[in-house]
């Protein structure tokens, strides 16, 4: 059964760090581009980050460059966002998923697996 469950999430200040992580079971994350994405209830879907399945290559959006990080450990089937400096408009519910093009990382009805989400509230 192919499961992706992220956890790590929490309410934390403005300026304070976390430390997401994504433990995929079921099938092997060397075989698909890895990324996070975030929603907030209303809006759609957006990608936060994105790792190559070697982690090679890795892309950061606008609003999170050189804040967030993404990486990826394949020997341990596990994606991470290390997440610094938050922002209130951090807050959103942040999504794991898998996707077997590189091209497609934006196209979020194209990814393979979701996880179910976690929580991220920045707030004073």
């Known amino acids: 059964q192919v499961q992706l469950v992220e956890s790590g999430g929490g309410l934390v200040q403005p300026g304070g760090s976390l430390r997401l992580s994504c433990a995929a079971s079921g099938f092997a994350i060397k075989d698909y581009h890895m990324a996070w994405s975030r929603q907030v209830l209303g809006q759609e879907r957006e990608l936060v980050a994105a790792?190559?399945?070697?982690?090679?290559?890795?892309t950061h959006t606008n609003p999170v460059k050189g804040r967030f990080t993404i990486s990826r450990d394949n020997a341990k089937n596990m994606l991470y966002l290390q997440m610094n400096a938050l922002k209130p408009e951090d807050t959103a519910v942040y999504y794991c998923g898998a996707v077997r093009k590189w091209s497609d990382i934006r196209t979020m009805k194209n990814y393979d697996y979701w996880g179910l989400g976690t929580q991220v509230t920045v707030s004073s």
């Open positions: 790792i190559e399945n070697y982690g090679v290559g890795m």
